[in-house]
């Protein structure tokens, strides 16, 4: 065992393949999501614990006071490690990297791995920790799950997706509904089912942000900048922690009826973001299942052992939606292919220095004023 230390070069080399590829990492643990929060005004900091778990920290000083906040983002991640142990190897990564944080400055430590709700090892020692419930820093908390079981058999992977879901499958599929895939994890061609772009990913990425302002609207969620996701999206693409499908009308460069963002990390595909037309509801109403179907193939051809069909819970409602609600109709659609709904512990956070932190917060909102 080595004591918490600062990441060496040597141990960067090969960051993301423990921190992301490894099963229970995150895209968020990134090198690229850390050049990406640099862009935005984040240190990074690339954190090992005394079992040699990678940890990356993301922080912000406090204008004109000193100290800073910090935030793991979706971290730390375990690394691989699975069953009873996840809870407690998480719950000590976390303090040991908030101490190590806390000596050399940092006010306050927020994280949220995503640790099931019921795991009591982990939530027991972060309390005694001094960590406290927080709202979510991420949209959702919780999300819906398909386990995959290793060398699943795509037939019965779709047989057990709901009779009215196959079937729209099958219709946006005879109507001609191609399937773009933009990835850079692919050898020999797209592969079946999926075509090959007519146009750079760049493009189609700037576009989907447009689509998804539409979605947003309609299911009452907003978004942020343009200038703060697009290029992250194509940082992630490139690094190959992105896959984005895209719905277009019987060509590769035909008219887009839907897309959806997908996150490879941690042994799973993650949906990210996903957007379609109101009009192509209309028009093509199977478009969004087919390209839902087509990242569920994609992850059993990774070899991947779950398909994260995303959260569909929201602020003030952080729980599964009932009918009536506007997250309700998705989260219907997501169940239909068979997706579990997975309760998770959520964000918290650790207060090291009170006085620090009042002060450093007090000092962000006078500035955030004295700039408009």
């Known amino acids: 065992m080595t004591e918490v230390h600062e990441a060496t070069p040597a141990e960067r080399v090969d960051w993301d393949a423990r921190a992301v590829d490894a099963v229970g990492g995150h895209v968020y643990q990134s090198v ?31 204008p004109m006071t000193g100290g800073s906040s910090a935030y793991l983002p979706r971290g730390p ?20 990297v908030t101490d190590h944080l806390a000596a050399d400055g940092v006010d306050v430590v927020a994280a949220d791995p995503e640790v099931p ?15 406290v419930p927080i709202d979510e820093i991420q949209p959702s908390r919780h999300r819906i799950a398909l386990p995959l079981e290793s060398g699943a058999d795509e037939p019965a992977v779709l047989e057990a997706i709901s009779k009215s879901t196959r079937q729209r499958i099958r219709s946006a599929e005879r109507a001609g509904v191609v399937v773009v895939r933009h990835d850079r994890r692919q050898a020999g061609g797209p592969g079946d089912g999926f075509a090959a772009p007519a146009e750079p990913s760049e493009v189609a990425l700037d576009r989907f942000y447009d689509l ?27 690094s190959g922690h992105l896959a984005y499908l895209e719905a277009h009308d019987a060509t590769a460069d035909g008219p887009v009826l839907a897309g959806l963002v997908l996150y490879r990390h941690g042994g799973r595909l993650s949906t990210v973001h996903s957007g379609d037309h109101d009009t ?6 199977g478009a969004l299942h087919l390209l839902r179907w087509r990242a569920i193939q994609l992850a059993i051809r990774n070899g991947c052992l779950e398909m994260d069909l995303g959260g569909v819970d929201v602020a003030g409602a952080r729980r599964e939606p009932v009918q009536g609600e506007p997250m309700y109709g998705l989260y219907q659609h997501k169940r239909s292919f068979g997706g579990r709904w997975v309760e998770l512990t959520g964000a918290h956070e650790r207060v090291i220095d009170g006085r620090g932190y009042g002060v450093g917060r007090a000092a962000t909102r006078l500035q955030r004023l004295l700039r408009r």
């Open 212 to 238: 998804l302002g539409e979605t947003g609207e309609r299911r009452q969620f907003g978004f942020g900048p343009r200038d703060w996701f697009v290029p992250w999206w194509v940082a992630a693409l490139r």
């Open 280 to 285: 192509s509801r209309s028009s093509h109403p």
């Open 77 to 96: 991640v375990a690394a691989g490690a699975r069953g009873d142990a996840v809870g407690d190897l998480l719950a000590r990564r976390l303090i040991e």
């Open 32 to 62: 690229a999501w850390a050049q990406h929060g640099e862009s935005t005004g984040w240190r990074s900091r690339f954190v090992v614990t005394s079992d040699d778990g990678p940890v990356l920290s993301l922080e912000r000083p406090w």
């Open 117 to 131: 709700a019921g795991d009591s090892a982990y939530g027991d020692a972060i309390r005694r920790a001094g960590f």
